[in-house]
């Protein structure tokens, strides 16, 4: 059982920052595709960024230039920074891994580990 914990999550008004974290085990960090998903109420879950294990990045259109995915190997930490919310930005976060390389775009069925989420909300 890979257990991946989110945290970070909050509420914050529009043009915010938030910055979420995501603790896992290290030969996950270190060695698969990492990313972060997003699911608002009645939609489906859509991939944010993902990560290679060499720490190569992947946005979605619609986060690109706000949102800045990155990992702390020694800390086996996944991190999402997220700058200038909006509130369509609100959702339950998740992150995810899975080994080998990492897709584009990010997709769901790419990715076997899961985190429980952590919920955002931006108030516009």
């Known amino acids: 059982q890979v257990q991946m914990v989110e945290s970070g999550g909050g509420s914050v008004q529009a043009g915010g920052s938030l910055r979420l974290s995501c603790a896992a085990p290290?030969?996950?960090?270190?060695?698969?595709?990492m990313g972060w998903f997003r699911q608002a109420p009645g939609k489906g879950r859509e991939g944010v960024a993902s990560i290679e294990s060499y720490g190569g990045p992947t946005y979605a259109d619609s986060v690109m230039g706000r949102f800045t995915i990155s990992k702390d190997n020694a800390k086996n930490t996944l991190y999402l920074q997220m700058n200038s919310l909006k509130h369509e930005d609100t959702a339950m976060y998740y992150c995810a891994a899975d080994g080998g390389h990492c897709y584009d775009p990010i997709l769901v069925t790419d990715f076997g580990y899961w985190g429980q989420g952590t919920q955002v909300t931006v108030s516009s």
């Open positions: 290290d030969y996950i960090v270190r060695t698969g595709c």
